[in-house]
């Protein structure tokens, strides 16, 4: 293992953007980087020594959000395909966290439930072919949005209502290949089974995209963890597997082999484990993974330890050879 930093401005700095990293793609000059606090996404460009020379794009500069510029987005995932920058939302529900020492006041907070709409997207972003520059894009959102159309859904409607700590609907990670967008989920896992969906979207006009339907699931038999992220890997999918609660881990990367088929049901011997990826107590999250153009992967992590933190305002991410 390598480490590599990733340096950020003072903007992103005091924002905490590179101590909450949450999706990662490559460029042609360097990295897509996306943290779950904002509604940014920034691009890192390769120096020599560490990526840098950090431009910040602002989502509603791109698409309409549903709920106003400034609400955060909690982008999960980053994809970059077929000449588009694809970003998705976490779709999940939050329960305030405990601040109080008062029981009463705590108790209240566990109680308290926040939908924020900004979450609840799916973004295809046009990538200018020489510099990389997104231009307006489209968006899956409000009535159109994925939550729709789950609502009847026999696996996973029942989860809708719950947050995404306690196991209810959230996504974290895209890919895209050829037509098929997968998304990830890091919960709900069913007695076991992680979910992954397969989609197809179009074009809708004046902005939107719309969800061809029918949409597939797939059931991927983790050992219990859920889709933390996921990236192409030729004819495979590259899995992040971590815990779908608030536990710390363990978390490795597993190859799923799509095939022709593309089963609904995968067991465990369908599915190869390639990393096992180091994790930190309450710290060194691993929340990210994209393949480099020399085949390595990078893997970037939530609530960095100390240890990760760069003089620069940067923060080190870890690069295996697979």
């Not at 609907?169 to 290949?177: H, Y």
């Not at 339907?213 to 038999?221: A, C, I, S, T, V």
Request: proline residues 7%; glycine residues 10%; aromatic residues 6%.
């Amino acid at each position: 293992m390598e480490q590599v930093e990733l340096r950020f401005d003072h903007a992103s700095q005091a924002s905490q953007t590179h101590t909450n990293l949450s999706a990662i793609r490559q460029s042609s000059t360097g990295l897509w980087v996306a943290g779950d606090e904002t509604a940014t996404f920034e691009h890192l460009t390769w120096t020599g020594d560490h990526y840098g020379g950090q431009r910040t794009f602002h989502l509603a500069d791109h698409v309409t959000l549903p709920a106003g510029p400034q609400d955060e987005a909690d982008i999960e995932g980053l994809a970059r395909a077929n000449g588009y920058l694809w970003l998705v939302g976490s779709h999940s529900l939050k329960r305030r966290k405990v601040k109080s020492k008062d029981p009463g006041k705590a108790a209240e907070r566990l109680a308290t439930l926040v939908r924020e709409e900004n979450r609840f997207i799916l973004a295809r972003l046009p990538l200018d072919p020489q510099s990389e520059t997104p231009g307006e894009g489209a968006i899956l959102s409000g009535s159109r949005a994925l939550t729709t159309h789950l609502g009847e859904d026999p696996h996973l409607a029942p989860f809708l209502a719950l947050p995404g700590k306690d196991n209810g609907l959230d996504v974290e990670g895209i890919a895209v290949t050829e037509d098929r967008v997968y998304l990830g989920l890091r919960g709900p896992v069913l007695r076991g089974w992680a979910v992954v969906l397969e989609l197809r979207v179009e074009d809708a006009g004046r902005g939107r995209l719309r969800l061809r339907e029918p949409y597939r699931k797939h059931f991927l038999d983790l050992d219990g963890l859920g889709v933390r992220d996921m990236c192409p890997d030729g004819d495979s999918l590259l899995l992040l597997a971590g815990p779908s609660m608030d536990l710390d881990g363990p978390v490795r990367v597993v190859r799923w082999r799509l095939g022709p088929e593309r089963r609904g049901l995968v067991p465990a011997d369908e599915l190869e484990t390639v990393l096992e990826l180091p994790y930190g107590v309450r710290c060194d999250h691993p929340e990210g993974l994209a393949r480099l153009a020399d085949g390595r992967l990078i893997v970037v992590y939530d609530s960095p330890s100390p240890a990760r933190i760069t003089p620069a305002g940067g923060v080190l991410a870890d690069v295996f050879e697979i």
